[in-house]
Each structure stands twice: as C-alpha cells, then as structure tokens.
C-alpha cells in the first residue's frame, strides 16, 4: 500500500466498526459501536465525515436502506478490507519485538 492509501487512526476504527456493525452499519450504528469498544465519545458528524472520505477513497460503500427513513448504510469494499489488512499487518510488524511490560514498571 503506498503512503497516499494508508488509513488514520479514525478511519481505521470506523472502518472496522462498520466491518462490526455488518448489516445496520449506518452513521449512528457506527457511532454506538466505536463509543462502545473505544471508551470514547465520537460525535457522529465526525463519523459520517469519515464515512464520506472512506467512500470518496473507495474504501467504504453505502446504500440507501428501504426501511427507517431511507438512511444510508455503510459497507467495506474489496479496497476497504485489503486496507484493513494491510494496517494490521503494519501493527503487527511495528509491534514485533516490543515488550511493553518491561516498559511500564
């Protein structure tokens, strides 16, 4: 993955809240699940913010559901998942040989 396609941290976390979410993955679904994993407040313009970068990068997908308003649901594209991927794999190499235990007494 080149420098342009790597993904921050937010769009990391709500991309893999949308992968959580599944099949209700709309704005505030998402919002409930990265607030309920993370701990953290997230507003939910910031998440449908990221919901349209992660879309214009062809990373996420949306349609408009039949039911509840016609609001938009969200899913992962192929380039979202590879992404995904590649972040965890970039995690897991920066991570290898790093002993935090000893770090933290």
Do not use: C, N, P
Not at 14 to 23: C, I, K, Q, S, Y
Not at 34 to 62: H, I, N
Request: glycine share 10%; proline share 0%.
């Amino acid at each position: 993955m080149s420098d342009e396609g790597l993904l921050g941290a937010f769009e990391e976390q709500v991309l893999l809240a949308v992968a959580r979410t599944g099949d209700e993955a709309f704005g505030m679904a998402v919002r409930r699940e990265l607030e309920s994993v993370t701990g953290r407040d997230v507003t939910v313009g910031a998440v449908y913010a990221t919901l349209d970068r992660l879309e214009a990068k062809g990373l996420a997908g949306s349609r408009r559901a039949r039911t509840a308003g016609a609001r938009r649901v969200f899913h992962l594209t192929r380039a979202g998942a590879r992404a995904l991927a590649e972040a965890k794999l970039t995690r897991e190499r920066l991570w290898s040989g790093i002993r935090i235990d000893a770090m933290l007494v």
